[in-house]
């Protein structure tokens, strides 16, 4: 029986079933017929315009209650907005009387043209309303969020920008370029039909080793599960403690190795650390029925245990981001409960080990859904494993900012027939990772459904009682505030699940611009308190904000965990493990 959160399933939230995005490959016949089906969902809800009783009442909202008092306040807000606009059309108005403050509508055609930017605003104003009555329905939290999730969803997709015959700035360039817009469009959508995937950059202008994941180094081992990579020390001497970096195996390593300038790996080499490196396989069929304990005891396990032999050193600092850090802290308290503590600090980079607020990615997971994953490639009752693919996943993760990573690059470069330009960090985030069925599963089920990793004795992963609290030594944890992944104040919840000295920091941005923030950039800010208080709110009202990148004071944490100074090793690996191949080694540049 399912406990946790999934056990807490409302009758609502059985009515109110999560939000489905078109599945697999890219297809961009099923994304039309989707998001034309998401504009009659739109018009539906609101039957018996211009009145505001069908957008309560359509499909939309079935079944669901909308507290009576804030339905009145939404409403009396909705006609009085939507008799100006209606006023000003009749009377031939050149403005709306309600500035578009979208930045889908700040191209000059929207403004030139009355028809398209009446009805921009008008698009504005009932968008507004049914995401006002998402937050106004009378229902769970979980099935509040999913509403919610759902009507943005819907909202997006309404857009008159994401259509041709309702985006005058498409049809100008349709005009001004004779219709080779139009069929530059075609041509990238035939293109990205052959990916699987829209393309978010030019991918041409970045590969593997050339331009992306350049620093010097060399793969010292390797297994079915990872490459270890050691970096090339830039320094004459350096600490004792070497550090290793776990990376999620959701992602190719390399976002801590884009360009040089922002790279964390190449700045912890250039502060005197011995850096080694998990760069996780890509997996294939051969790997279909791989487990979280095989990862746990091949992957983290193992990397600890070569960084160990080769640096001769008892104790390593470990860095853990996202997932990873939900690897190595799950590998150091399998460790702990065997007698073996080889860890001397602990870094952990937006990870969730407390699973009561998974954010936005919350809707998508339920009792049901992971029955059937279960049941398709999780190896359920006797059905054969697969893979999850790493599509699946791209397409999840850029549909929690649709307009960003989705809508956007549909009408450039679709109804525009524009080529997306280069951006590094796109291009990682295309560059897709497969996982294996049981793998994910488990991690769905045991996490984020019943949340088991927090309680201490709850989980026996590789037949070991997982317990956090017994890794007991110091750890820095790090939460970005506008996470949408991981939300700060569950990164800050893992301060109640760890013991020994706790350092929470919180950095400025989301998932990954808040953590890849190089000092020389001189950008964003941080908050620090070196008290800890109970919850993430009162931390927060005694933090101090800093201007700049956190990771000086990383660095400067680190430094105390990391042991003498002793001369810079002179080559790669040692005699039991010499180099296999440069880096960024095979692995990283397999495709899923």
Request: hydrophobic letters at 40%; one cysteine or more; glycine letters at 8%.
């Amino acid at each position: 029986m399912a406990t946790g959160k999934g056990a807490a399933a409302s009758s609502q939230e059985d009515q109110f079933r999560p939000f489905s995005i078109p599945p697999g490959p890219f297809d961009p016949a099923a994304w039309l017929a989707w998001s034309r089906q998401a504009q009659a969902n739109g018009a539906a809800a609101a039957q018996g315009f211009p009145g505001f009783d069908g957008l309560a009442s359509g499909p939309v909202f079935s079944g669901l209650k909308v507290a009576p008092g804030q339905l009145a306040e939404i409403q009396q807000r909705y006609l009085h907005d939507f008799g100006l606009l209606w006023r000003a059309m009749s009377e031939g108005q050149g403005e709306p009387g309600i500035p578009l403050k979208d930045r889908r509508f700040a191209g000059d055609a929207w403004h030139r043209n009355v028809p398209y930017r009446f009805a921009a605003a008008f698009y504005l104003l009932n968008a507004r309303a049914m995401n006002e009555l998402a937050d106004a329905v009378e229902a769970d939290a979980k099935t509040r969020q999913r509403i919610r999730f759902a009507v943005s969803q819907w909202v997006d997709a309404m857009s008159p920008a994401n259509f041709l015959a309702t985006n005058p700035e498409a049809q100008q360039k349709l005009i001004e370029s004779g219709g080779e817009s139009l069929r530059a469009g075609v041509r990238n959508m035939l293109e990205d039909m052959g990916r699987g995937k829209i393309s978010q950059t030019d991918e041409t202008a970045f590969e593997v080793g050339r331009n992306v994941a350049v620093s010097e180094g060399a793969v010292v081992y390797e297994n079915e599960y990872f490459q270890l990579l050691q970096y090339k020390p830039l320094t004459d001497k350096v600490h004792a403690r070497p550090l290793l970096l776990v990376p999620p195996c959701i992602n190719k390593y390399y976002i801590l190795d884009l360009q040089p300038e922002g790279s964390l790996v190449r700045h912890a080499v250039e502060q005197g650390h011995t850096v080694f490196l998990v760069s996780w396989r890509n997996p294939d069929a051969s790997m279909a029925e791989r487990t979280w304990d095989d990862y746990i005891e091949h992957g983290a396990i193992r990397a600890i245990e070569v960084t160990r032999e080769i640096s001769a050193q008892d104790r390593i600092n470990v860095l853990g981001f996202c997932v990873g850090g939900t690897i190595i802290a799950t590998a150091l308290a399998v460790l702990a409960a065997r007698g073996v503590r080889p860890a001397a600090s602990l870094t952990l980079l937006t990870t969730l080990l407390d699973f009561s607020d998974t954010g936005i990615l919350d809707v998508f997971v339920d009792e049901a859904h992971v029955k059937l994953r279960e049941a398709t490639i999780g190896g359920g009752a006797g059905a054969p494993c697969g893979l999850l693919r790493g599509v699946e996943l791209a397409n999840t993760f850029s549909f929690l900012r649709p307009n960003d990573l989705v809508w956007n690059y549909v009408v450039d470069n679709y109804l525009k027939g524009n080529t997306p330009v280069p951006f590094d960090l796109l291009f990682w985030n295309g560059d897709a990772t497969n996982l294996p069925g049981p793998w994910y599963c488990w991690y769905l089920r045991h996490t984020y459904l019943q949340d088991e990793l927090k309680v201490p004795g709850k989980l026996s992963v590789c037949n070991a009682p997982v317990d956090l609290g017994a890794i007991d030594v110091p750890t820095y944890i790090y939460g970005s505030r506008e996470d949408h992944i991981v939300p700060w104040t569950a990164a800050f919840a893992s301060t109640a699940l760890l013991k020994n000295q706790l350092r929470f920091v919180l950095g400025a941005s989301g998932h990954i611009a808040g953590v890849i923030n190089p000092p020389a950039k001189k950008k964003r800010s941080y908050w620090t308190n070196d008290k800890l208080p109970a919850t993430s709110q009162q931390w927060l009202g005694g933090a101090q904000e800093h201007p700049g990148s956190w990771w000086p004071d990383w660095m400067a944490w680190l430094g105390k965990h990391a042991g003498t100074r002793k001369a810079a090793p002179p080559g790669y690996g040692n005699q039991h493990y010499p180099a296999i191949e440069p880096a960024p080694g095979r692995y990283v540049k397999a495709k899923a």
